[in-house]
């Protein structure tokens, strides 16, 4: 028999489509055998078998192709290995975070200071307030803070405030003492797993809703497992107290760099990865103990071991792992049992009002001195409060399929690396608090014909009372160490001091009639606060006259801005900057520029350098002073 060429659709999806080309694929080729397609023929039966088999292997097949690709897949399983391929580690909820007060009172002590008694708080009835001392709202949602709270330091990043709180004739009896720390919603939560003998790459899981973050691990032997980001990182970061025995070029810094950043080395290690909403799984190492293979030792031998050529091919490019070919992915904990704590809780309902935490579990709570007046001592205990001034905010309910994708394409362009000169300004605005804060920062790039390639990243951080001060060697220290493991191999980074030049304001206004002059000056000096204040200024921002002139041209009771100057204070023996500059020189069209080298202008002494006086117009057009000037 001749072979017949059979004309096949290829383009059916769905059932109907199924179904009409087998009826039609019947009545072409086969008129004669089977003429019956009626619905309750039995040869319609199997075209309809047939058509419902090609409709289900169809989904299927769709299914699976487009869970393999992040920007449609919908399957939450899916969503979240597509996610940590992509290097993205989803939240199933959002902390809230939250400023707490946490306050005590200390009994006062004489002092003799130069012939004349005068008392002063007694800090050896100071408490020490633990890390992961948790607090709870009336409803019962927990607040944990991260950070100890020692009430006898005080320093630019952690100030003591001290206030008088009880009298007895005329002398102070007790002082309060305030300290805040931030605090991140949830509970601390402890799960224990038990290890035999040794296996590679072990997992466990934790089962619960609303886990947070993992707080810290540590095994039967004391010790401490290190949370990264995948198991091939062998270096973490840990941080010092910055004291004389820590480090004795740099603790004088303490107040401006209270801890110290370090890179360690760990091999005890694990990474961690979300299965669902509600289970979190551990995987460790798959190193012995007892092995010495943890570093990374390149072997030339392994060139092109597995690739389908010759290794002596000269013109091939080889991948760097190439060479590695031992075990770096930390140990396997082995006969022991591994205690892990974890945050649990968050949400939207996590976000409480002010005032509303006034709980506090004391568990952790103790003094320094031992020997002390057991009256006192429980009366200074008991008065230890805490509260929040302000709302609670961030919580949410984790990410949603769609923040996922989202989050994840962002995630996977930047691979938390510093590519651009604005990747390292965030990065250097963005290292925690504990290793000193950068306040201001600014980079500068090198110019296109310039031999020289390094990028220039100048710095200022903030004293005591908020005013700019160039950062401290441990600051800048520890901002090397911290932007090192971010830095592009080829990258050369010069962190430098930005210049601080500090002015004064002179205005004079003309007031509507009517109008109190005193308070529209009062309400004009406090208006140039908030545009002066340091929190808002750049470096290198300009100083532009007319956007002045028009903030005091809308405060309530100003008819005229009759003139406004800009002058420079300097001069150390006066508390300003050492560093002079011409603002007459810089003036131009009505903007005073900075310098090239990058700066910032500050009016460092709002209360006395920003002065501004009432004028009414003379008959000869001019203007003459009306009630002198003042200061605020």
Not at 112 to 133: D, H, K, S, W
Not at 230 to 259: C, H, M, R, W
Not at 500 to 505: A, F, K, Q, S, T
Request: proline share 5%.
């Amino acid at each position: 028999m001749a072979t017949i060429r059979r004309n096949i659709e290829y383009l059916n999806k769905d059932f109907s489509d199924y179904r009409n080309q087998l009826i039609n694929y019947s009545q072409t080729y086969f008129p004669n055998t089977y003429t019956d397609f009626s619905e309750t023929s039995p040869g319609m039966m199997f075209m309809e078998q047939a058509a419902y088999i090609g409709d289900v292997l169809s989904f299927y097949l769709d299914n699976q192709i487009q869970e393999n690709f992040l920007q449609y897949a919908r399957q939450t399983s899916n969503l979240y290995d597509l996610s940590y391929m992509y290097g993205y580690k989803p939240k199933v909820t959002g902390l809230s975070a939250v400023e707490l007060s946490f306050y005590q009172l200390v009994p006062s002590k004489p002092t003799n200071v130069e012939g004349e008694v005068q008392y002063i708080p007694n800090y050896e009835y100071a408490l020490n307030v633990g890390a992961n001392t948790t607090s709870q709202t009336q409803g019962g949602t927990s607040f944990t803070i991260e950070d100890p709270i020692d009430f006898t330091v005080s320093n630019s990043l952690d100030p003591t405030e001290v206030s008088i709180a009880q009298i007895s004739n005329n002398e102070p009896t007790y002082y309060l003492l305030k300290k805040k720390r931030r605090a991140l919603s949830g509970a601390i939560s402890s799960v224990t797993f038990n290890f035999g003998s040794p296996q590679e790459f072990p997992t466990v899981l934790i089962q619960d809703e609303n886990i947070g973050g993992i707080i810290d691990c540590f095994d039967s032997d004391g010790n401490e497992w290190y949370e990264v980001d995948y198991l091939g990182q062998e270096l973490v970061f840990d941080g010092i107290k910055n004291t004389n025995v820590n480090d004795p070029n740099n603790y004088q810094d303490s107040d401006n760099a209270p801890y110290l950043l370090q890179t360690k080395q760990v091999q005890r290690r694990f990474n961690s990865r979300f299965l669902s909403t509600n289970q979190l799984q551990l995987q460790f190492g798959s190193g012995n103990p007892l092995d010495t293979d943890e570093d990374v030792v390149p072997n030339p031998m392994n060139v092109g071991l597995g690739l389908p050529f010759e290794r002596n091919k000269l013109t091939t490019a080889y991948s760097p792992t190439n060479f590695i070919f031992t075990n770096t992915y930390g140990i396997a904990p082995s006969n022991t049992t591994l205690t892990l704590r974890y945050l649990k809780g968050g949400g939207v309902s996590s976000n409480v009002a002010s005032n509303t935490i006034t709980s506090l579990n004391t568990s952790l709570t103790n003094f320094k001195q031992k020997t002390l007046n057991s009256t006192v001592a429980q009366t200074v205990f008991d008065s230890l409060q805490v509260n929040n001034e302000k709302a609670a905010n961030g919580g949410s309910n984790g990410d949603s399929a769609e923040e996922i994708r989202q989050n994840t394409i962002s995630n996977f362009s930047s691979q938390l690396r510093n590519v651009t000169a604005d990747d390292y300004l965030v990065r250097a605005l963005s290292m925690p608090p504990k290793y000193g804060i950068i306040s201001k920062a600014i980079t500068q790039k090198p110019k296109a014909n310039d031999p020289n390639t390094t990028l220039d990243l100048y710095v200022l951080s903030q004293d005591l009372n908020s005013n700019l001060v160039p950062p401290s060697e441990a600051l800048k220290s520890n901002l090397r160490n911290y932007i090192n493991q971010y830095r592009m191999i080829g990258d050369t980074i010069n962190i430098k001091n930005a210049f601080v030049v500090n002015i004064g304001v002179n205005f004079e206004i003309i007031t509507l009639p009517n109008y109190n002059n005193s308070q529209v000056l009062t309400d004009c000096i406090s208006e140039l606060k908030n545009y002066f204040s340091i929190n808002t200024w750049q470096i290198n921002q300009p100083i532009m006259l007319r956007s002045i002139s028009v903030l005091l041209d809308n405060v309530r009771g100003v008819q005229t801005v009759n003139n406004i100057t800009i002058s420079n204070k300097a001069g150390t023996q006066s508390g300003y900057s050492q560093y002079a500059y011409d603002v007459s020189g810089a003036l131009q069209n009505g903007t005073i520029f900075p310098s090239i080298d990058p700066m910032i202008f500050e009016v460092k002494y709002p209360n006395t350098d920003i002065v501004g006086r009432v004028v009414t117009v003379g008959q000869g057009g001019g203007s003459t002073a009306n009630g002198g000037g003042r200061n605020y």
